[in-house]
């Protein structure tokens, strides 16, 4: 069954049905912006930080035009693969890595992926990737505020969320969305990452991502589900 899926066709059969469903779920439900003026007022392009487990419409984040081209860092695993055959169905462009908190960055390509992810941003891209690493969620990694640091390009924290939606019982509390309901799209302010930061300025930098992802998606949950509820 591994050897099946992981088969070229099947993979491609799988990205394509899966684009498919999430453009059903975008443009079937009801949608809300804010700030509503965000595609008129940032500056582009920007790294576009989400939490695990909650990017799945992030592909519907891209308008029309140069300014709004992005691409997306998504794993080298087997999983990724799927993803990353959707996200090119819906017009992202991928750069394959993923970070670590241990020694293993090289093994999961982050090494790699770093500059890829410099050089598209230098050639006007926004760069996606989730903020927290692999198994520890929601707890924000260095590696995003060093992309930021490096390119000079402001982070922008992004959170989507639907009212109906299936919560996975797993590691990052993955929010599956389904059709014909409310999509809300909250952004953060511009975060800026000095380029001679220091270790404590990093430190700093990393935190404020992680207040503003948790304070967006809390907002976003919010306004789907209109009451205060607590987000998955």
């Known amino acids: 069954m591994k050897r099946i899926i992981r088969s070229p066709a099947v993979q491609s059969a799988i990205g394509s049905t899966a684009a498919w469903y999430l453009r059903l779920v975008w443009y079937s439900s009801r949608r809300v912006i804010e700030p509503a003026n965000l595609y008129e007022s940032a500056q582009w392009p920007v790294v576009v930080a989400m939490w695990h487990g909650q990017h799945f419409l992030t592909p519907f984040i891209k308008r029309k ?15 990724g693969e799927l993803n ?4 090119e169905n819906l017009g992202i462009g991928t750069i394959r890595g993923s970070g670590s908190h241990g020694n293993d960055i090289h093994r999961k390509g982050g090494a790699t ?3 890829k992810m410099i050089e598209a941003l230098a050639e006007g891209y926004n760069v996606a990737l989730t ?5 520890v969620s929601r707890v924000v990694g260095l590696g ?29 509390r993955t929010a599956v969305n389904l059709p014909f309901g409310r ?5 953060s302010d511009p975060i800026i990452v000095p380029r001679d930061a220091d270790d404590a300025t990093l430190q700093a930098k990393r935190r404020e991502v ?23």
């Open 84 to 87: 990353a055959r959707a996200a």
């Open 210 to 232: 992680e207040r503003e992802l948790n304070r967006i998606t809390a907002r976003a949950y919010e306004i789907v589900d209109r009451t205060g509820s607590t987000p998955p």
């Open 144 to 172: 995003i505020v060093k992309l930021a640091q490096h390119s000079g390009r402001p982070i922008r924290a992004f959170a989507i969320a639907s009212s109906n939606r299936k919560v996975l019982n797993n590691w990052d």
């Open 183 to 187: 999509i809300a799209l909250v952004v």
């Open 131 to 135: 903020a927290d690493v692999p198994k």
């Open 113 to 115: 992926a770093f500059p």
């Open 65 to 79: 035009g140069d300014q709004y081209r992005t691409k997306v860092l998504i794993s080298r695993h087997s999983d």
